[in-house]
């Protein structure tokens, strides 16, 4: 197997500035963000800074180009265009959004407290059924994707990444040279949610796909990240910007949306812990591939063992006769 190292990527200097934040509202934006990012991760403060982009740029498509003339309507707005998200990452946005509104006050840069136009709404977590994709349905979305481009070879390379492993957003996202151990056929890196080790192994079709994107995908760039934007200046990806790609893919491939399924990556990670169950791998096996710190946290996908479940079901009485008012 070839090996990578950051040097080989690093030729060029970036010739860009990153450019992430309209400057509208960058002066208002990047010391709340200096302050937020004292007390998170970086990988926080990433997608802090990605929801605060996404947000002013649907500010200024409204018109706007100063926060006072916010108003209902306009938050309102915002909150329709995260339809497609899970109600938990809905809820975190609009969180967000509300503390920087109270800071935007707080520090004078606002004349109202305009984070009281955004309303909280509660949601309750872990009460539906995981979404989740059989296999032939994740290698159907595997083949939708276009591995003759070089965005195809880096999206096919995340994609899979999730499919086989399990991996978060956030951990893909964070991935970077020195996590590929090529001499051991091993990935080895922190989990960003627990923060635990964890160590998964790199079968053929991930290796193989990780390093056709380094070959012939990857632009040449000295980004420590392995997966970058397609265009200068090559910034890392966040662990926001792949839910896009999930979609994308999943459109084109016609899946299945009925019941509807969330299309971020972690249905990947929900698929291969009901696809495991179904093969009866125990549940602590598949809490280690997972990284779950407890197995309590895996039996919910025990709810989606199909056929685990009907060996626990009961045989009805065939005696019955319609019309008994015992029915």
């Known amino acids: 197997v070839l090996l990578f190292g950051a040097a080989d990527f690093n030729s060029i200097v970036r010739c860009c500035p990153k450019i992430a934040i309209p400057s509208t509202f960058i002066d208002i934006i990047q010391p709340y963000l200096d302050e937020y990012g004292r007390k998170v991760k970086k990988s926080s403060l990433d997608d802090a800074e990605y929801t605060l982009r996404k947000f002013s740029e649907h500010l200024i498509e409204c018109g706007i180009d100063d926060l006072d003339q916010i108003d209902i309507p306009d938050i309102t707005g915002f909150r329709e265009t995260l339809r497609d998200y899970a109600s938990t990452t809905q809820s975190s946005w609009m969180s967000r959004i509300r503390d920087f509104l109270a800071f935007a006050y707080a520090n004078k840069y606002t004349k109202r407290n305009l984070s009281h136009l955004v309303a909280k709404r509660k949601f309750e977590p872990s009460v539906k059924l995981p979404s989740l994709y059989n296999e032939d349905e994740i290698e159907q979305l595997l083949t939708s994707v276009d591995r003759n481009s070089p965005v195809g070879k880096r999206d096919y390379a995340i994609l899979i990444l999730a499919a086989r492993l399990g991996m978060r957003s956030g951990d893909i996202s964070s991935l970077q040279f020195e996590n590929f151990l090529w001499d051991k056929n091993e990935i080895h890196f922190s989990q960003q949610k627990t923060g635990l080790i964890q160590t998964l192994p790199l079968s053929n079709d991930v290796g193989e796909a990780i390093i056709e994107y380094l070959r012939n995908g990857r632009p040449v760039s000295g980004e420590k990240h392995i997966f970058v934007k397609a265009n200068v200046p090559y910034t890392a990806l966040n662990a926001s910007e ?14 299945k949306n009925d019941p509807p399924i969330k299309f971020g990556l972690h249905a990947f990670c929900h698929s291969l812990a009901a696809n495991l169950l179904n093969k009866e791998i125990p549940l602590p096996v598949i809490s280690e591939i997972l990284g779950h710190q407890k197995t309590e946290t895996t039996t919910v996908y025990a709810k989606v063992d199909t056929n685990s479940l009907r060996k626990c079901a009961l045989e009805l009485p065939l005696t019955m006769k319609v ?5």
């Open 323 to 327: 019309g008994d008012d015992n029915a």
């Open 242 to 255: 792949l839910h896009p790609i999930m979609k994308k893919y999943a459109q084109r491939a016609h899946l």
